[in-house]
């Protein structure tokens, strides 16, 4: 659920309904119908707890909306998103989108070579928002010494066509990690990585052994994750 920065309430007060109550001597017959719309009568106000813990509407423990509004925005939002894995993104850290779908939807760029071009840390980033939490965030880091391979689409590699080559193999060409920090350091890698040329990344890599069904795959998209976007590491390195 979004977080608000405030919200109020509306409550019904009071409700005015006219009956008319008529006898029909001939059938002796006694008769009660509504006249007209009843008349609602609504109160309204700026505190959402307040009007909550004060409603009449039968609920007996209104102590529990403080689970869900945590006060004062000026020093409970960050905590609250942060609690929920939403943390903000470092101050001196800059992803470039390359290509998203879904709810994480990016238009795919045209000169993914320039912008790769202009990494100096050479991390390529899939967040993926239906995913297992091992896979939600994966960052690629190449280590090569004159750019790209000549001939090597690393996009297309990434997104429908996870093959084995010369120009991607696991531990030689690249590595996997699950922090920015651990491929920053070169720490902590993955350590099983497999491949398949009719899907994209990461096949069924895993931090520590095989992991199926992580995998996005453009074209076709069928059986794969659908809510996935790429990014590249536009952050300097450390001087």
Known sequence: MPVVSNAGYTALSK??????VSYDTDLQKLSITPEGDAVLTFESGDDI??????????????????????GSCDNNVKAALEDHAFKARPADQKWVPVTGRGIIYQPEVSNFTEIWAASETQILRRKCFECDLTHVDIFYRRFDTNGLPEGFDLLDTVKSHWAESDN?????????YSTYADAIANENHWTYCNYASNVGFPRDCGPIGYTPSQWN??????????????????????A
């Open 15 to 20: 409700v005015v309904e006219t009956w008319k």
């Open 49 to 70: 707890v307040e009007g909550y813990r004060s409603s009449t509407n039968g609920f007996e423990d209104k102590a529990e909306i403080s689970d869900y509004v945590v």
């Open 168 to 176: 991607n193999r696991n531990l030689e060409t690249f590595k996997l």
């Open 217 to 238: 795959r453009y074209e076709p998209a069928n059986g794969a994750k659908y809510h996935v976007a790429f990014y590249v590491d536009h952050t300097p390195l450390p």
